[in-house]
């Protein structure tokens, strides 16, 4: 095969194949994030954020929501089980940006008590980034703050689930080209 055969095929194979770019430019997002009451003896001593802020960081409601969501049958599943406690069931349509990099979206519960972003970025292969914290009293009866962290980077493929653990909370989110 000549090089210039090589090349053109794998010209093709990028374009065609590789789903890392959506197809008109954006995707739909979809993610819950969950509170689970599992026995574990990890000791927790996070008492104040440590999250890094972006600089560029977007809040959810600048992007418009989708017309419908694919995860509700888990959403359901979950709100049934005394094991979780849904906190946040948000979904929305973000553009790709420059470079396959999208914007950080802001990440927040009504009450406040979870915070934090969800980025999608194309390094290597489409990444996404989550980093979110849970604060919560610690349950000692002295009133102290204790600061949940899932700070999570991982490669991920279009349209499929993906569930993201901590000890006391998870987040399942799915991204889809649209």
């Known amino acids: 095969m ?3 055969k090589i090349m053109v095929y794998s010209l093709a194979a990028m374009l065609f194949c590789s789903p890392v770019l959506a ?30 802020w972006p600089s560029d960081l977007t809040e959810l409601s600048a992007y418009k929501k989708p017309d419908t969501t694919t995860l509700d049958d888990s959403y359901a599943a979950l709100a049934k089980d005394s094991t979780y406690q849904p ?12 470079r396959g ?8 519960s009504a009450d406040g008590k979870l915070n ?20 919560s009293d610690s349950g000692d009866g002295f ?13 991920i493929k279009l349209n499929e ?18």
């Open 116 to 135: 934090g972003y969800l980025q999608i970025q194309h390094e290597q292969g489409l990444q996404m980034t989550v980093d979110l914290e849970l604060t």
């Open 23 to 52: 197809e008109n430019g954006a995707y739909q997002i979809e993610l819950i994030v969950f509170l689970q009451a599992m026995p574990n003896t990890d000791v927790f001593e996070q008492a104040a954020s440590q999250i890094k």
């Open 161 to 178: 689930v993906y569930y993201l653990d901590h000890p006391k909370f998870g987040v399942i989110t799915k991204i889809s080209p649209l």
């Open 87 to 98: 906190v946040l069931h948000v979904a929305w349509v973000q553009p790709v940006g420059e």
């Open 101 to 108: 990099l999208s914007a950080p979206v802001h990440i927040q």
């Open 143 to 155: 009133s102290k703050t204790v600061v949940y962290r899932l700070n999570e980077k991982r490669p």
């Open 2 to 4: 000549t090089m210039l």
